[in-house]
């Protein structure tokens, strides 16, 4: 538990046991009395309304005649009652889940979407539970469901997207503050999913493909500009020897010829065609 939780509920705590100190009155006292003349003339069957069991997880917090009993929760084990003036309240001490439903949110750059998170929590104070609020366990589901809504409303749809750690932790101190005086302990809270409408989806995949082949065609404009000054100096390397184009037609015949023997290549002299090209001018 943390400091300043563990302080505000210890304080909590030392004002009912003050309240308690005050007394029940002649009144109280009398019927305290009676009340045990009853189970003592009823016995042994007042008995088996007089012990209670109350298990590991739980705690008991017993009132008689309005007033918490000793000013603190009682059990694990057995604890007595006195009929007709005490009555106890059970509280479970484990950790407990919920799910936040889906809640239409509008962000701060006016686009709707559907969040929806889990909530794990736990009492740490039983009297606080009990003598604080009516019903801990729905105000605390109601209050996250609120607080969801606050905060992703003042947040971007990207940031909603990318810090759903930051924005859970956020939450989670929210909540963890407002429980202080109920006696809950908020252990953690975690956004599961973020839907988007489907018009948005579709704007944000064309987005994104478009983005894609933006940076497809860069990359392909970038690989023709390596490979055409690869080709220019290869040209510069061929055009210094003579020879060095025949043996480049030597190697592209063996090449063919090892993946389809049906093709024959002939490779005529550059020179020749020159040649073919001046007859027909002078004609």
């Known amino acids: 538990m943390e400091p300043g939780h563990k302080k505000h509920v210890k304080q909590s705590e030392e004002h009912l046991v003050e309240t308690v100190k005050e007394g029940i009155g002649v009144c109280g ?11 003592f003339i009823t016995l042994p ?19 008689r005649l309005g007033r918490i009993v000793s000013g603190k929760a009682r059990g694990p084990g057995l ?26 949110i509008l962000t701060k750059d006016s686009v709707t979407v559907h969040v929806d998170g889990v909530v794990f929590y736990n009492i740490r104070s039983a009297i606080s539970a009990v003598a604080n609020i009516s019903n801990a366990y729905v105000a605390t589901h109601q209050l996250a469901q609120t607080t969801l809504r606050n905060v992703l409303g003042t947040q971007n749809l990207s940031n909603i997207l990318s810090n759903r750690e930051e924005i859970a932790h956020s939450i989670q101190g929210i909540l963890d503050h407002a429980t202080h005086d109920w006696g809950v302990k908020v ?14 989806q579709r704007a944000m995949a064309a987005e994104a493909e478009a983005t894609r082949e933006a940076r497809a065609k860069v990359i392909a ?20 020897s ?7 037609y030597l190697q592209t015949l063996a090449t063919v010829a090892t993946e389809n023997n049906s093709t024959i290549i002939f490779p005529l002299p550059i020179d020749m065609l020159q040649g073919f090209g001046n007859i ?4």
Do not use: H
């Open 29 to 39: 006292w009398i019927l305290i009395i009676l009340s045990g003349l009853l189970v």
């Open 242 to 248: 003579a020879g060095a184009l025949q043996l480049r």
């Open 79 to 104: 604890i007595f009652v006195v009929p007709c003036t005490d009555t106890f309240v059970k509280v479970d001490l484990r950790t407990i889940s919920f799910a936040i439903p889906a809640q239409e």
């Open 221 to 240: 404009a970038e690989g023709e500009m390596n490979a055409s000054r690869a080709l220019k100096e290869a040209s510069l390397v061929l055009s210094e």
């Open 187 to 200: 252990d953690r809270v975690e956004i599961r999913d973020v839907r988007l409408p489907i018009q948005m």
């Open 280 to 283: 027909r001018k002078q004609a």
């Open 45 to 63: 069957f007042s008995i088996w309304f007089c012990i209670k069991i109350v298990k590991e997880y739980e705690r008991a917090v017993v009132f």
